[in-house]
């Protein structure tokens, strides 16, 4: 049912990935019965803010680049979402991303809004210099909507605790005081948490181990291909393997490796820091992303980038856990085919939401300036990853609708709630 049509036509934000988004949303408010103008208010981005950063590059030219920071709703809270630096970064994608962190946090039911910030870059060309200056700028761009009660930048494709810590000091140097709570996911030195570097993994693991009881799968032994190598990619593998599953496939954007007998994730992962090339691991075979995801296993974990199995290749995903450590990697036609393959789907607002979680951890920690310890944060996030998984198979099963939709209810759900009773300004 097109329950927006204004945003279909829009042509600022309109992306393949934005649609998806949409489609998504469409299909889970079709369960819900909301009233079709709250529906439109709650879907309807809140506030997009597009800049221009002219830095002067290492040869002395000045480049300008382009910024973006998505605050999609704030009914529950101040905006929350990452940062991303990547090539194909554009408003409409920046607005897909900051349309599921709004929904992330309403199924993980904490007290922070949807959003999300990027900038069309390609940090693996770019030097630490140029990089630096080019994150200063953009905090500078966006400091009059970014901030503790505002908004919460933290990392995500491309950036990581060292841009965080760059953003942290330029806008206390412009605020004038230590502003530790204007980011997460810094460096531990400087406020960060513990464990939010490793939560995103570990939250997907946490996940996969849940949906492997309700199928009665052991882990010990299961076979395990990891789509993506970076920050998620890694810590999910590295915790499946303590797990006791077995990692026979990796790969990152050039390429992959295979061992139907297991890969040792750490000495791989040094590998990769050292080459970026993961081929040439010793004992391994080269094997391509599209082989990847085709390849027989108990678990298939995509920790890439979006829009990676459609209608084109579904068909030959064969594994029995489908668990979504990136945002958006699966078009809706793909769902359809995965659910009639009876593939257990762990969406990626359910899948990924550790790191958002102990975000929100690190939130709370900085604005409080007391910092609690990694047993502390572990538990209180299991604790919530479990909540929001059980929460959601149960509507799953009552409403005979797939995991994704029952997730995307959730979230909906308590976004148009909050957004109802805080009720219409002026
Ligand atoms: N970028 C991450 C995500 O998509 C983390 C966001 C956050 O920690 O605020 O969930």
Same mark, same amino acid.
């Given at each position: ?9 829009? %042509? ?5 990935? #934005? ?14 019965? *909301? ?11 809140? =506030? ?63 007290? *922070? ?6 900038? =069309? ?22 400091? %009059? ?88 990619? #890694? ?31 750490? %000495? ?109 944060? #572990? ?24 995991? =994704?939709?029952?997730? *995307?209810?959730?979230?909906?759900? =308590? ?12």
């Amino acid at each position: 049912m097109n329950f927006v049509p204004e945003q279909r036509t829009n %042509p600022e934000y309109f992306t393949p990935l #934005y649609q998806l988004a949409l489609n998504q949303f469409e299909k889970a408010v079709d369960h819900l019965k *909301l009233p079709p103008d709250v529906t439109e208010w709650i879907i309807t981005p809140g =506030r997009s803010m597009m800049v221009s950063l002219p830095i002067r590059m290492d040869d002395k030219t000045v480049k300008t680049f382009y910024g973006y920071r998505v605050q999609h709703n704030m009914a529950l809270g101040p905006g929350k979402g990452g940062l991303r630096y990547h090539p194909s970064v554009n408003l409409g994608e920046v607005t897909a991303l900051a349309t599921w962190m709004t929904w992330k946090g309403g199924l993980m039911n904490i007290p *922070l809004g949807g959003a999300k910030g990027g900038i =069309r870059c390609d940090p693996k060309k770019m030097s630490q210099a140029e990089l630096e200056k080019l994150t200063r700028r953009y905090t500078a761009a966006i400091f %009059p909507i970014i901030g503790p009660e505002k908004d919460v930048p933290a990392p995500d494709v491309g950036t990581n605790s060292q841009t965080m810590a760059w953003i942290m000091d330029t806008y206390s140097m412009r605020t004038g005081f230590h502003t530790m709570g204007v980011v997460t996911g810094k460096p531990e030195i400087m406020g960060g948490s513990l464990g939010r570097m490793e939560a995103t993994g570990l939250g997907v693991a946490h996940s996969i181990a849940y949906a492997a009881k309700k199928i009665n799968m052991p882990l010990e032994g299961a076979t395990v291909a990891v789509q993506g190598f970076g920050n998620v990619g #890694y810590y999910t593998a590295k915790f499946l393997q303590g797990m006791g599953a077995k990692i026979i496939a990796v790969s990152n954007s050039l390429g992959g490796v295979f061992n139907k007998n297991g890969i040792p994730i750490d %000495p791989l992962h040094q590998h990769s820091v050292e080459d970026r090339q993961l081929d040439n691991f010793p004992d391994t075979e080269k094997i391509t992303n599209a082989k990847l995801l085709a390849t027989k296993c108990d678990i298939l974990v995509l920790a890439a980038m979006e829009n990676q199995v459609t209608e084109k290749n579904a068909a030959k995903v064969n594994c029995k856990i489908y668990a979504e450590g990136a945002n958006g990697p699966t078009s809706l036609e793909a769902d359809k085919i995965l659910e009639e393959k009876e593939i257990f789907l762990i969406p990626d607002i359910l899948c990924n939401s550790g790191g958002v979680v102990v975000s929100y951890f690190e939130w709370v920690q900085g604005m409080q300036s007391f910092f609690w310890d990694m047993d502390d944060i #572990y538990k209180r996030m299991e604790k919530m990853l479990q909540n929001a998984f059980e929460e959601t198979y149960t509507l799953h099963q009552q409403e005979k609708v797939g995991m =994704r939709t029952a997730a *995307l209810m959730i979230g909906i759900k =308590r976004v148009a709630e909050a957004q109802m009773t805080r009720g219409l300004y002026p």
